[in-house]
């Protein structure tokens, strides 16, 4: 059973830190492109940053680059995001995403999620 499991999100203060981590199982973790996604309230959901397989390519949504890092460990099959200099805007549920295309097969799974607010 494929899963991805979201866990590190919470309440934090403007300006303030989180780390997030997903870990995969039931795949082929280190095979995957892994991504971050979020949604925030009536908003569709958009991209955040996305890794390739073996770590040495990312990209990130232009608004969030400098304050927003992703990395992985196949080992440990977890992505991780860290966020820091948080804003109020970046409140939302944030999501990883697992994506592999071999030829005309594309297999894509989703986490459910894991809410971050950023308030004071």
């Known amino acids: 059973q494929v899963q991805l499991v979201e866990s590190g999100g919470g309440l934090v203060q403007p300006g303030g830190s989180l780390s997030l981590s997903c870990v995969g199982s039931?795949?082929?973790?280190?095979?995957?492109?892994m991504s971050w996604y979020r949604q925030a309230p009536g908003k569709e959901r958009e991209l955040v940053a996305n890794i390739s397989t073996t770590g040495r390519v990312t990209n990130y949504a232009d608004s969030l680059k400098g304050r927003f890092t992703i990395s992985r460990d196949n080992v440990k099959s977890t992505v991780y995001l860290q966020m820091n200099n948080l804003k109020p805007e970046d409140t939302a549920v944030y999501y990883c995403k697992a994506d592999r295309r071999d030829g005309l097969i594309r297999r894509s799974y989703w986490g459910r999620g894991t809410q971050v607010t950023v308030s004071s």
């Open positions: 039931g795949f082929t973790f280190s095979i995957f492109v």
